[in-house]
């Protein structure tokens, strides 16, 4: 017979009993910000500022690229004009490697419904540049909510 040993509590002593499983602080949300515009990844990255959500931020295809495989982020705000590697090739990847990752599209380029067709579902919806921070937080306020995000797309083209 195994005896335990006993713990003093104020005047009284109690047996030691087996310790209540820790609580594991909950995960951060991981946020991939893709632009190879700094000043734009930067003021997209203050958006996040006092959410409970980790930063990550690549200003190339091939950052991104890394970033995806190391941090399998949540959600990615990904430019598609970046100096490498096309962002279609990063939405390529993600669709590929089977991430849970959510996609906002940001571009100054002229896109349409069709061009993100094959990302059903993985991409949210895209804001053209330049768009306004209230838009972006609106967003964020959504995707932390859960709720559904209206894509921001036409089938004719004017996003």
Do not use: C, H
Request: charged content about 30%; glycine content about 6%.
């Amino acid at each position: 017979m195994r005896i335990r040993p006993r713990v003093a509590v104020g005047l009284f002593s109690r047996k030691k009993g087996p310790e209540a499983p820790k609580e594991a602080a909950p995960r951060k949300s991981t946020v991939l910000i893709v632009d190879d515009d700094i000043t734009i990844a930067d003021l997209n990255q203050a958006v996040f500022e006092g959410r409970s959500w980790r930063v990550v931020t690549a200003y190339n295809g091939l950052g991104a690229l890394r970033s995806l495989n190391e941090e399998k982020p949540d959600l990615v705000l990904l430019d598609l004009m970046l100096p490498d590697v096309p962002g279609e090739r990063v939405l390529e990847s993600i669709t590929k490697a089977r991430l849970r990752s959510k996609v906002v599209v940001v571009t100054g380029r002229f896109v349409t419904y069709k061009d993100f067709e094959a990302y059903k579902g993985t991409v949210l919806t895209v804001l053209r540049k330049p768009y306004d921070m209230k838009t972006l937080q609106t967003l964020i306020d959504s995707f932390e909510a859960g709720t559904e995000i209206p894509t921001n797309m036409s089938s004719v083209g004017d996003v």
